[in-house]
């Protein structure tokens, strides 16, 4: 019996900061594992890894050119972390309105 691999979602994907780092140096152009591996301290079988939970979650594809892979970015999946951020970013609005109503309230009763 064949064992799946693990799939990821963007939110376990962006929780890493490498793999974050990973996406940002992708955001610009399409890259080789050597480049990428390149702008990291830790070693090309590291950056695979995170690579490989990055094209799990759909956050980057991955294309063979000849004998090297290039990765690029695939942002679409990222509209999922937006809207769930607009929805709760709507409560820390209101609470910063009622932190500042309070505030204006209290210097106006000095």
Known sequence: ??????RYDVFQAIA??????????????????????SHFTMSRTAVTKHLHVLESA?????????????YCLEAEPLQKLQTWLTF????????L??????????LSEE
């Open 1 to 6: 019996m064949a064992v799946e691999p693990q």
């Open 58 to 70: 759909g956050l980057v594809i991955a294309r063979k050119r000849g004998r090297e892979k290039l």
């Open 97 to 106: 309105s009622t932190l500042k109503n309070v505030v204006e309230s209290d």
């Open 16 to 37: 890493d900061p490498t793999r974050r780092k990973l996406l940002k140096l992708l955001a610009s152009e399409e890259l080789s594992i050597s480049t990428i591996s």
């Open 88 to 95: 709760y970013g709507q409560f820390w609005d209101n609470k």
